[in-house]
């Protein structure tokens, strides 16, 4: 219970959350079930999936809320501007104390707010290039297979599978899924993707051409079509794709995205595949008109080589003169080869002859050889010798220069910390560390004492000195 006052009076005294407590049950039992109309605003998506945004009018302000679990059912997708009705509870937050709604159900405020929102979806696709006609594929002709994303239960896939056996049986992939409500965009939208992710050599083939198809409604019910992500799955389509949503007087933003537009179901299936027989008679009228035309080239060109051919000479009569040349030509040229054969064996036998042997050449050529070699070899070793005095002379003058032999008179070498040679006393202080260098190895030292060396005075001579006298 409340506290009552110390003072006697009987208001009673309440805490921050027993107020806000009251509040929250009051509220949620006067409004456990309520529609509100209005635009949305701030609109953002948490991370957790969650969805917060606000409802406004010209007068007032509300916070709205709507779960994860119920923001996947929704049958439009919330954005700012777009004015809705949505069902749900109001409920508190003490946190912040206010008050929102939580959302159940959201539909659009009536068709003028889903056309503004078509219209405003459809400029903003396509400044985005996905309505762009260079984008659009081509429909192959004669298609091996056929996909169909349509609801398996309407008269809209009997439509189809019926044209397509009176015009060219072919063979047809159903994709089912919901044409319209809650999840409808979704499963549109997978079963594109999922068409595009069959391998051409998987189990299941990959169709050719896919026909997403759908009878008449409403705008309402052909909202899915309206989508954004429906637009853009079928943008983004590798197989070509041909769009057939409602009656011929049926627009949805599919059709702006599609590779081909067809008005009806029934068309789509048209426009996939030729017909049959008239294909056949079209092939057989061509093939009979190429028979034609290339029996008239082959007679044209056998007109043209007899015309050629009365016109040549007689082929005996060409050939007879060179046959009988050639004849002449081969005796003569029998002939021609053994006598020049013996003239080159006559002329080879003169040249031959006059030819000298080369062996005496050689023999001298030798002795010349050796002669020079020995007296290179002579040279040689007279050069050597004479380095080999200067080199051994060399070597006793630097043995003799040697500071090495110095040390072996009982002479040491000192070098400071640095390693440079001290070479007078001034050079040294006390406390220096100096290295002393014997003959037969190093000693550590460090001065302890000394004198400077002193400079030399040099006398001065007196000009005017005449003890010695002058000589001259």
Not at 201 to 223: F, K, N, Q, T
Not at 371 to 395: I, K, W
Not at 400 to 428: M, N, P, Q, W
Request: with cysteine; charged share 25%; aromatic share 4%.
């Amino acid at each position: 219970m409340p506290e009552i006052t110390e003072n006697g009076l009987n208001a009673p005294i309440f805490s921050v959350s027993e107020i806000s407590g009251h509040l929250k049950r009051v509220v949620e039992d006067s409004f456990a079930f309520v529609r509100v109309r209005g635009e949305i605003s701030g609109f953002k998506r948490a991370g957790s999936g969650h969805l917060y945004f606000r409802l406004k009018d010209d007068d007032a302000v509300l916070d709205g809320v709507c779960w994860r679990g119920t923001a996947g059912r929704l049958g439009i997708e919330p954005e700012d501007g777009l004015e809705i009705i949505a069902t749900g509870r109001l409920t508190t937050y003490p946190g912040r104390s206010n008050y929102q709604i939580v959302v159940e159900a959201m539909e659009v405020a009536g068709e003028g707010a889903l056309l503004k929102l078509l219209e405003d979806r459809r400029k903003k696709l396509d400044a985005e290039g996905v309505f762009d006609p260079d984008y659009k594929q081509g429909i192959p002709m004669l298609p091996d297979v056929i996909g169909v994303v349509t609801s398996p239960t309407g008269a809209v896939i009997r439509d189809i599978l019926h044209r397509l056996n009176d015009r060219f049986p072919r063979r047809v992939l159903v994709w089912p899924v919901l044409v319209q409500g809650d999840g409808a965009a979704d499963q549109i939208v997978e079963a594109i993707a999922g068409f595009n992710r069959l391998k051409p050599d998987g189990p299941i083939p990959r169709p050719d051409v896919l026909i997403v198809a759908r009878g008449g409604g409403s705008l309402e019910d052909l909202w899915a079509f309206n989508e954004e992500n429906v637009v853009r799955a079928a943008f983004e389509s590798a197989i070509p794709l041909i769009s057939a949503v409602g009656h011929e007087t049926d627009t949805t933003l599919i059709d702006f995205a599609s590779d081909l537009r067809a008005p009806t179901p029934s068309a789509a299936a048209e426009m996939a595949v030729p017909v049959r027989a008239d294909l056949m008679a079209q092939v057989q009228d061509d093939g009979a008109r190429l028979v034609r035309a290339v029996g008239r080239t082959v007679g044209q060109h056998k007109t043209h080589l007899d015309g050629l051919s009365r016109g040549l000479p007689d082929l005996n009569a060409l050939v007879a003169n060179q046959r009988q040349r050639l004849d002449d030509w081969g005796e003569r040229l029998a002939t021609s080869l053994q006598t020049g054969l013996h003239r080159r064996h006559r002329r080879l036998a003169e040249v031959s002859g006059q030819l000298n042997s080369p062996r005496p050449m050689v023999g001298y050529a030798r002795d010349r050889l050796e002669g020079r070699m020995e007296s290179l070899n002579r040279v040689a070793g007279r050069v050597t010798e004479t380095r080999r005095r200067h080199l051994n002379q060399t070597q006793r003058l630097l043995d003799g220069l040697s500071y090495e032999r110095v040390l072996d008179r009982g002479f040491a070498l000192i070098t400071d910390a640095k390693g440079k040679a001290v070479s007078h006393v001034g050079a040294l202080s006390p406390g220096d560390d100096i290295a002393v260098r014997l003959k037969d190895g190093n000693v550590g030292a460090r001065v302890t004492g000394g004198e400077p060396a002193k400079s030399k005075k040099t006398k001065s001579v007196q000009k005017n000195d005449t003890r010695q006298g002058n000589l001259l």
